[in-house]
């Protein structure tokens, strides 16, 4: 509590006892959930951390860019490490269409990404057994800001991405399997496929929601894709390129042998360099 409490000092909180008592209680926290080196947050940076989320929850003002100074990291790795304590001490931002709206400049996106995520909850659950439909969990923030993402992105809208993933507390790698899953489930609301896509059919939904994605198996409502399925657009693309590259070499193969068989006798030389210069000779002078 020492650390935290310099800390504190150095960040104008050292009259705020309630944040330091919730910050040490978070960290204490932090310690007995999971270990915060094996994330490259150090002990420095981790009191820090656990003031920041102290002072958000007590509705304390607390300045940010100071303590990203003070922990002597960059902007965007103090944000990561936020975002991974807070998600490893288990909490969760809370994100409305409507702040999202406000906040972007987007109201006009609200009732379109409320239905298209109410949609793709819809699907989602469908594609899975009945025995596991009752433990889906949609109350992440990454949902929400997913679907407000790619509706602006359907509407031409400029959002900032880097900062709805910080609002949202998740990762740049889950923000986009959510986002990949949405725009394959619900290519009407995002307008992301060109074609309707089975959601059983849809690689990767499963660990959306599940928190031990190892433990599942097929017989409980896995996904498998089939050999006699249709090729996707971006497999397509590519067996039309290799098919035009083994047209190309054919053609010229087959030009090569015409030369050949055109002139059988005629045998191919190769020149003849010459790097020898040839130095004119010095003429003797004579001593007079």
């Not at 889950?174 to 899953?181: A, G, L, N, P």
Request: charged letters at 35%.
């Amino acid at each position: 509590m020492d650390v935290i409490g310099d800390i504190a000092k150095k960040l104008g909180l050292s009259e705020s006892k309630q944040v330091i008592r919730k910050a040490a209680e978070l960290r204490r926290l932090s310690d007995v959930q999971f270990d915060c080196a094996a994330i490259g947050i150090g002990e420095i940076s981790k009191a820090i951390i656990c003031l920041e989320i102290a002072a958000m929850r007590l509705e304390v003002i607390f300045d940010r860019q100071s303590a990203i100074r003070l922990s002597g990291m960059s902007e965007k790795a103090y944000n990561r490490s936020f975002n991974a304590m807070q998600n490893g001490l288990g909490l969760k931002n809370t994100l409305d269409f409507r702040e999202l709206g406000i906040q972007f400049g987007c109201v006009r996106l609200i009732p379109i990404a409320q239905r298209g995520l109410s949609l793709y909850k819809d699907r989602f659950l469908k594609s899975l057994p009945s025995s596991r439909r009752a433990s889906a969990d949609f109350t992440r923030p990454v949902f929400t800001a997913v679907a407000f993402y790619l509706c602006a992105k359907k509407h031409k809208l400029k959002v900032d991405k880097m900062k709805l993933i910080d609002l949202c507390g998740a990762s740049d790698s889950e923000f986009s399997s959510v986002s990949t899953s949405m725009k394959d489930l619900c290519f009407d609301v995002f307008g992301m496929s060109k074609e309707k896509k089975d959601p059983r059919d849809v690689k990767g939904n499963r660990d959306l929601l599940d928190a031990l994605p190892e433990k599942r198996r097929a017989e409980d409502g896995g996904y498998s894709s089939g050999d006699g399925e249709e090729l996707s657009c971006y497999k397509k693309r590519k067996v039309m390129e290799k098919h035009a590259y083994e047209e190309w070499k054919s053609a010229v193969i087959e030009s090569n042998d015409h030369k050949k068989a055109k002139d059988p006798s005629k045998k191919t030389k190769q020149a003849r360099l010459n790097f020898l210069k040839e130095v004119p000779e010095a003429k003797e002078v004579e001593a007079v």
